[in-house]
């Protein structure tokens, strides 16, 4: 019964339209959108996802994922959205390196809880994501666009990823291919769900959520 399936939330943060609504709809549908809407606050998508699958442990959950509004304008109501959080994917556009280095501040607004405080004219310090417990992942979208990738560390990974130890990749997100069941993306994908459920439900501190107010209690917030 869809009534006892448990459920993890999982906020999708980034520039206005960078791609995080397609990115979103791809996840969630196994299709792209053609026209996707621009989103005024937050909307939130829902995915049904098998919890370690193909093993005795395998289980149903539901991943809620909440596509929040990067409109500057609504930058000081955004924290309403950041409630009880289990995971974080940071959405850049590939063809925009000036989306790439705002993840930082958006990392920063979350784990505020939208009071984060600037320091350095807005730069925020990477020790500040240092012992972060909350799965985070990074995704560059807009692959088809994308002239010349931004530079990246020696690992091959960008520097946000390195520095809060997310888990990263890039795609088209006209593209269902790019997370087709058993490719790279996809692969990594599950992991990370797998990883934010983990901690939520199967951790010693119940995974170490943003902001649990709230406690168990998730709602849905939407705006015109």
Known sequence: MAANVEKVKIVVVGDSGVGKTSLVHLIC???PTSNPPYTIGCSVEVKLHDYKAGTPGERSYFIEMWDIGGSTSHQNSRSIFYHS?????LVHDLSNSKS???LRKWLAEVMNRGTAKENNGG???SEQFAGIQIPIMVVGCKA???QNLREKSPSGRSS??????AVEFNLDCNQVKHISPGSTNAVKL????DKVITRRYHSRDGGNQVNTATGNRLSYVFTD
């Open 123 to 125: 730069d925020y310090d």
């Open 29 to 31: 549908h196994q299709e």
């Open 160 to 165: 946000i990823a390195e520095e809060c130890g």
């Open 190 to 193: 599950t992991k990370f769900f």
């Open 100 to 102: 790439h280095q705002n």
């Open 85 to 89: 959080v289990h995971g974080i994917i």
């Open 144 to 146: 088809d666009q994308a």
